[in-house]
C-alpha cells in the first residue's frame, strides 16, 4: 500500500535533489477509473504485470509537453502535482517550448545535410548481406508511451533471437544488456556504432515528437518492467539522442543505478545551456570514436 510520505529516491543519491511530496492513497475506491485500477494493483515491489498494466494507461505524449500530474507520469513514481510544477512551470514550459523548436529545426537540418551520408550508409547495409538497412525496436519514452526507435542495423538478423544465450555474458549489473564485444555486430555494424552513426535515424523520431536531441535514453518495455519505482521519474523527459551517461568515459562501467542516477539529475537541473553543453560534447565523443 502506498502511503502519504517522501517521493521514492536512490540510496546515497546526493546529487539529485528531493522534493516531499505527498503520495497516492491506493486505499480509495477506483470507480471504474483504469489510472485508479493500475496504481491499486501496485505494491511495495511491482510485478512486471503491475508495472506494464499501470504503463498502458498513461497518456500519450503531445508536441508541447502539458503540465502533468503524479499519476500521468507512472503510479510508482508517486511524484505529487507540486514536484512536476518546479518542471513544468510557466516559465520552464516556454523554454520547452523553445527545445522543442531546436529539436525540430536541428534535426530536420541534420537530415538535409547528412542526406549523402546516410544513403551510402543503407546502401553500404543493404549490399553486405541483403538484410534490412534499419532496425525498428519498441522502446518507452515520455510519460511512458511506447513507440518504435530507429537505427541503422548494426546486427545479423534476427540478432533479438540469439540475445537469451549472450545473457551470462551481460555487461550491465541491471536490467539492461550491454556487451561490448558483442558476436551479433556485423564488421559494418561496428564502424556504424564506433563513430555512434547507427543512431542517426534516431533524428526522424525527433521530427516526430517521439525523441529530442538531448534526454534519457528511451528504454526497452522487457527492461521497464524490472525497474526500481524511483526510476520512473526518467520519463518526465522525452528521451534524446544523448545524455550525462552517453558522454561519460568508459560508460559501459557505470553501475546500473548510478545510469538512472545521471538521468534524474538531468530531469531535475536541464536547462538549454546544459542542452548546449551535453550537444558539444557529443561531437567529441563521435568525432573520436568512442560511441562504442
Known sequence: MI????APVPPDATSTPRATVELVDTSAESNGDPQASAIASLSDKPSPVAVATALAVCPPASAQPAAISAATVHPAAALADEAFGLIYGFSTRCRLSVKRI??????AAALLILSPILLLIAAIIKLTDGGPVFFAQQRTGFRGQSFRMLKFRSMVVHAETLKPKLQLVNESNGPVFKMRRDPRVTRVGR??????????PQFINVLRGEMSLVGPRPSLEIEVARYEPW??????????????????????QIPFD???RLDLKYVDQWSLRLDLLLVVRTFSVVLGGTGE
Open 3 to 6: 502511503a502519504t510520505g517522501e
Open 102 to 107: 531546436l529539436d525540430v529545426a536541428l534535426s
Open 191 to 200: 564502424i556504424l556504432r564506433k563513430y555512434s552513426l547507427d543512431e542517426m
Open 231 to 252: 526510476y520512473f521519474r526518467r520519463f518526465a523527459m522525452r528521451p534524446g539522442l544523448t545524455c550525462f551517461w552517453q558522454v561519460c568515459a568508459r560508460r559501459y
Open 258 to 260: 548510478e545510469w538512472m
